[in-house]
């Protein structure tokens, strides 16, 4: 698809807004003033930072009062999240809905999970809805991030005390049996520094059988500054989440209509505890900048899943602590064509444990409406110790050669490494008729330089250009590397865990344009882009057992655009839109399955990537007490399968894709007085029936129903 065809599928939700600019009379600019800091970690201007940051700011997400992150990630262009239970995600930033490690999720630059130790629900370990901000770095991240930073970077920013003492406690009911209570308090600056505190606590029964969720959040961020050059930032946080989960229960098509209610996968559930806390340490030195930030992990997970009930019934059991220190020293030549000089180095060591046990399930039914309803514990099938270890060096710099062109380059060493023993006696496990191939105790080390080079160039105050050139990587988990699958053949098995030995990590190089800025009263920024991908890392799926297996398959390339603006029509109303336009294709990938059927999918589009993406939002605050926002999600369609192919029947009737949804969301707030307000959300006002996910089981089509109609309302108290 040429990128001249991808412009015009933007048009239909660009139009109203373009018409709406073109009316207006050019009016003053101000100028491009907006700070980022997810690049290098500190301030920055973004009109300055070659690469295409997103963001979010504390009231977008007071107003939008989040349940799920999908619900405030997609109002960034080329952002996609799906649900699968609870706060559980997967997300498609120019790449297809993924469970793979594909992304760096950050809390205030931190990463939230060890990268050998990568959960693609991680996000819910992160108190979002009570977040100072979030920034989304579309694409590989700058020369500060290594290994994940492919697809992106989610960096959630934590909350700051602000001068004064003050907090707020907030209650909301809602369908299904939702409960939420949020608490906030600061202390304001004081003699010790400024203390910041929140609390999150949550419950829903699901409004599919057997989904209920909790969780119990705790935040907290002192800020001290002891002297004028000197500041120290202090961060803990604590998630405990304990929820049913079907991986939203995929459904065969005529449940998925008459019943969506119902839940296959019932005896499947997710029990996670998270712990962090880091203390930021930075001394000014003149036009030098010293910054030292140990910190420390804990995460836990009992986990039941679903995903593997029809091919390889576990238990999972993990658990991974992390030491670390991130440490740079930023040297400004503000005489010298405004350079800036940044090197550091990153340290981590994360030594883990996985004990799985294989599950003996009672079931009714077949194929894809086979009904799981129990279970009891069968054998040990996994058991090891594995412990992640990283040294990364890198070097980031920016000098303006001319006034208005700013150019940044960099490049981060990444040596990283696994050591892993198994306690698991011999060279495969059985249970039942399943063999589990075994990894010998053994080392594993990868390295990668990654270069990144980057330019801006201000156009005028009120626009600027920007290109960059970043190559990024990622290396296999340790659950790809050292727990190869499983097999009914004990050779085929041990044959399995001896090539998963062999992975390589991802290589990915990304090519980006893009201009932003004011222009008629709109905010604007468009970008360009081209990502390819070497030894793309890939689930495929054994055809006999429906076992999932990881292998690298050769090149896959993903391009697109991407849109935002945003605009007052009049002094009370604001329209904002969020569009993108990607394709997501194999460019090399043949070989044969572990069936030993041949494929051949280049030329395909990959499966669950969506073409289409887009969030537009109608926001109408007529006083400072009122506000209402009218929002519309669509989702375009995708192959179900990456053969682009299929006999069973989708919901496009005959093929193996599915047609995409829109969705329609209401809020609004209304203030009673200085400290008290009342709330209120409607998801999905048309009751509309679609699929958050589909895909292909037992070689049926299978969907998994999005959340129906849903009320919430509230009452939140401020002092």
Known sequence: MKFKNALLSLAPLSLPMLAAIAADKIAPQQELAEV???????????????????????????????????QILTQIP????????????????????????????????????????????????LNIPMAGGIEVTRGPGSALYGSDAVGGVINVLTKASGPTPDGSISTEFGSFGWLRGLASISTGDTRFGALHGDVNITHTDGWRDHTAY????????????????????????????????GANSPLPRDLYRSSPKTNLF???????????????????????????????????????GSYNFSSDPRIEKTESQSYGLLSKWRQDFPDFKRARVIVGVDFENSPGTRREDALNLTKTGTGAYTNYTGFTVGKRVYDYDVTFQSISPYLHTEISPLEKLRITAGARYDSLGYDFQNNLQGRSSINGTNYYGQADSTSKSFQRLSPKIGATYELHKTASLYASYNQGFR???????FRGGSNTNRTNAQSRADNALLLKPIKADQVEIGIRGKLLGADYSLAAYELVKRDDLVSQKDAATNASFSQNAGKTESRGLELSLGRDLVKTLKLET???????????????????????????????????????????????AVSAQFEWVRIGGYFLQDSNTGSTVGVDKGTAKTNGYDLFNFRTSYALCRSASIFGRVMNIADKRYADSASISSNTAVYAPGLPRTFYAGLEVKW
């Open 36 to 70: 980022v800091i997810t690049a290098t970690r500190e301030p920055e201007l973004l009109k300055e930072t070659p690469a295409s940051i997103g963001v979010i700011t504390s009231e977008s997400l007071k107003l939008t009062a989040p349940a799920h992150p999908q």
């Open 214 to 245: 909790d969780r119990q959040s705790g935040n907290m961020r002192w800020d001290w500054r002891l002297n004028d050059e000197t500041r120290l930032k202090t961060i803990a946080g604590f998630t405990s989440i304990n929820q049913q989960t």
């Open 578 to 624: 969020a569009l993108s336009y990607a394709t997501h294709e194999y460019k090399e990938w043949k070989g044969k399955d572990a069936s030993g059927n041949a494929f051949d999918y280049a030329g395909n589009q990959m499966a669950a990537a969506p073409h289409f993406m887009g969030n537009t939002r109608l926001t109408w605050t007529p006083t400072t």
């Open 78 to 125: 080329g952002v996609g999240v799906s649900v699968t239970n609870g706060e559980g995600h997967t997300t498609a930033i120019r790449q297809p809905f993924t469970t793979s490690p594909l992304y760096l999720f950050l809390e205030d630059g931190i990463g939230v999970r060890p990268t050998g130790f990568f959960n693609h629900n991680s996000l819910y370990e």
């Open 475 to 481: 290396i296999p988990s340790e659950s790809q590397l």
């Open 266 to 304: 019932t005896p499947a559930y997710r029990k996670v505890e998270a712990f962090r806390f880091s203390s930021e340490y930075e001394r000014q030195f003149g036009n030098g900048l010293l910054s030292i930030t140990p910190y420390f992990r804990n995460n836990t997970m009992d986990l039941n």
